[in-house]
T-cell receptor, first 116, second 113 residues
């Protein structure tokens, strides 16, 4: 079974802190994704990566950066956390396109981040 | 936006009843996926339906796709309390060669014992 793990289930940080959220997948997937999920807004894509050291902005990249130094690991970085970044953060991975159809995305359990 | 939109936003039913959720989208797609999310957890893939399929079954799940109306429905038959979750439809990002999906805002299903 595909397993996607996230470093923390719950995290509390202070405004201005630099925050690292880590995601690891064990299925050699090419693609990895970071979403944030807020009530009433659904899942919004922050960044995704389609290969080591390759990344693309999603719909809401402002205030975030990412790092993918190894294929299995995708990190989301909040350079200077703000209260409006309090949210549930979800990581996912997949194999990309298979015969023109997006592969199933496999999600981690999520990290609930609170910024005080 | 190509984001799918689920309807209704919330649905409350008794165990044993059927639950139907709908998804509408804006642009042509070659497939649509449904996911489930238990409270406070990540999403789990349920089923994928391709544009050349009108209906697909998986256990108690039945998914339909009407490309002419740009809509899909997810039917859960004989619902159980354990089906309580949020359900999301996901559509491919147009023009993307990278396997990106757009997710809707979800339908919150509550099944009462």
């Amino acid at each position: 079974d595909v397993k996607v793990t996230q470093s923390s289930r719950y995290l509390v940080k202070r405004t201005g802190e630099k925050v690292f959220l880590e995601c690891v997948q064990d299925m050699d997937h090419e693609n990895m994704f970071w979403y944030r999920q807020d009530p009433g807004l659904g899942l919004r894509l922050i960044y995704f990566s389609y290969d080591v050291k390759m990344k693309e902005k999603g719909d809401i990249p402002e205030g975030y950066s990412v790092s993918r130094e190894k294929k299995e690991r995708f990190s989301l970085i909040l350079e200077s956390a703000s209260t409006n970044q309090t949210s549930m953060y979800l990581c996912a991975s997949n194999r990309g396109l298979l015969a023109g159809v997006p592969d199933t995305q496999y999600f981690g359990p999520g990290t609930r981040l609170t910024v005080l | 936006s190509q984001q799918g939109e689920e309807d209704p936003q919330a649905l409350s039913i008794q165990e044993g009843e059927n639950a139907t959720m709908n998804c509408s989208y804006k642009t042509s797609i070659n497939n649509l996926q449904w996911y489930r999310q238990n409270s406070g957890r990540g999403l789990v893939h349920l089923i994928l339906i391709r544009s050349n399929e009108r209906e697909k079954h998986s256990g108690r799940l039945r998914v339909t796709l009407d490309t002419s109306k740009k809509s899909s429905s997810l039917l859960i038959t004989a619902s159980r309390a354990a089906d309580t979750a949020s359900y999301f439809c996901a559509t491919p990002a147009g023009g993307s060669t990278l396997g990106r999906l757009y997710f809707g805002r979800g339908t919150q299903l509550t099944v009462w014992p």
